[in-house]
């Protein structure tokens, strides 16, 4: 879960995202990333977690540097994998794809719930989608 704070931005959001990213298409770990609608205070938030939704990745979000020293301790893994990915980045997208699982509890009655929903198309077709009803006072 992000740790929002005041002045938090989307590039710290993006370092944070980095962290569970890596852990799951590097270390091939599964991971889990949850987000309340609160922690989203800029739009931007919503946008990258459907870009990371629908693809597997985030354009920008690592440079050519960064990339280059994660992605050499897989080459090994993906020879062994007998090279079906086309490239060692692909491999590398799929391993995220297949191990980073990200929970969005969103409160329906925001706002901007419908507009961030159709905004994010992500939301409604890589997503499992549990309503839950208001909590009971017992």
């Not at 994998?81 to 929970?103: C, M, P, S």
Request: aromatic share 12%.
């Amino acid at each position: 879960s992000a740790k929002v704070t005041r002045g938090y931005t989307s590039k710290n959001f993006l370092n944070d995202l980095k962290d569970a990213v890596k852990l799951a298409g590097v270390e091939g770990q599964p991971a889990a990333l949850f987000l309340e609608d609160y922690q989203l205070v800029e739009n931007s938030f919503l946008e990258i977690i459907n870009s990371l939704l629908s693809s597997g990745e985030v354009p920008g979000m690592f440079n050519n540097q960064e990339l280059d020293a994660m992605l050499g301790p897989l080459k090994e893994e993906y020879s062994r994998e007998g090279f079906k990915y086309r490239t060692l980045y692909a491999f590398f997208v799929a391993r995220v794809q297949r191990n980073l699982h990200i929970i969005l509890s969103l409160d329906p009655t925001h706002p901007e719930f419908l507009l961030r929903c159709e905004s994010n198309p992500a939301l409604y077709t890589k997503c499992n989608i549990m309503w839950l009803e208001a909590w009971t006072q017992h």
